[in-house]
């Protein structure tokens, strides 16, 4: 079964400051990884994605994250953080064989103005 | 519609009542998921629909819980004999292709409360 990891549940940051949000997954398969965004009062939508080709992937709002297979990992990154970055973020991992995605619980990003 | 579209968005219930939850789907999508949300954790898979049959229900955590869906369309989650720790936001989602592989959308979920 797969299995998703992301380390920091909560994350305060000012704005201007980099941010990194880790994400982990176990699966020994082919995976296809994303990152969802959740903005306070507003549905979950997807901020990027990874299927294959180059493992930096850029998303909206200067988003990009990295996979790196050797890690299981799909890390969160974005320079300069701003006030309205504040909301969930959830990385989820799916095998390319299933209907469905595996989610993490979540990490909740404030970024003080 | 334009978006995944659920209703209602809040329901209280009371414990041992059914409940019906509704989900309209982008038109045109074949995929259809329904998660559920929890107080403080990830989004827990409960089951997909590829068309109007379900190859993973994997996730339904008894078997008070059920789903269909009709047309290629609307999908309802039904929960028989609620109990207080049914309560979370349940969350519907539709893609495209025949897997999440395809960019997903969400819908705004249904707040359940079991009193």
């Known amino acids: 079964a797969q299995s998703v990891s992301q380390h920091n549940h909560h994350v305060i940051l000012s704005e201007a400051a980099s941010l990194e949000l880790g994400c982990n997954y176990s699966y020994g398969g082919t995976v296809n990884l994303f990152w969802y965004v959740q903005y306070p009062g507003q549905h979950l939508q997807l901020l990027l994605k990874y299927f294959s080709g180059d493992p930096l992937v850029k998303g909206i709002k200067g988003f990009e994250a990295e996979f790196i297979k050797s890690k299981f990992s799909f890390n969160l990154r974005k320079p300069s953080v701003q006030w309205s970055d504040t909301a969930e973020y959830f990385c989820a991992v799916s095998n390319t064989n299933a209907g469905k995605s595996t989610f993490g619980d979540g990490t909740t990003l404030t970024v003080k103005p | 519609g334009a978006g995944v579209s659920q209703s209602p968005s809040n329901k209280v219930t009371e414990k041992g009542k059914d409940v019906e939850l509704r989900c309209d789907p982008i038109?045109?999508?074949?995929?259809l998921y329904w998660y559920r949300q929890s107080l403080g954790q990830g989004l827990e898979f409960l089951i997909y629909f590829q068309g109007n049959s379900a190859p993973d229900k994997s996730g339904l955590p008894s078997d008070r819980f059920s789903a269909e869906r009709t047309g290629g369309s609307v999908s309802t989650l039904t929960i028989q004999r609620t109990q207080q720790e049914d309560s979370a936001v349940y969350l519907c989602?539709?893609?495209?292709?025949?897997?999440?592989?395809?960019?997903?959308?969400f819908g705004q979920g249904t707040r359940l409360t079991v009193v």
């Open positions: 989602a539709s893609s495209f292709g025949g897997t999440m592989n395809t960019e997903a959308f």
């Open positions: 038109s045109g999508h074949t995929a």
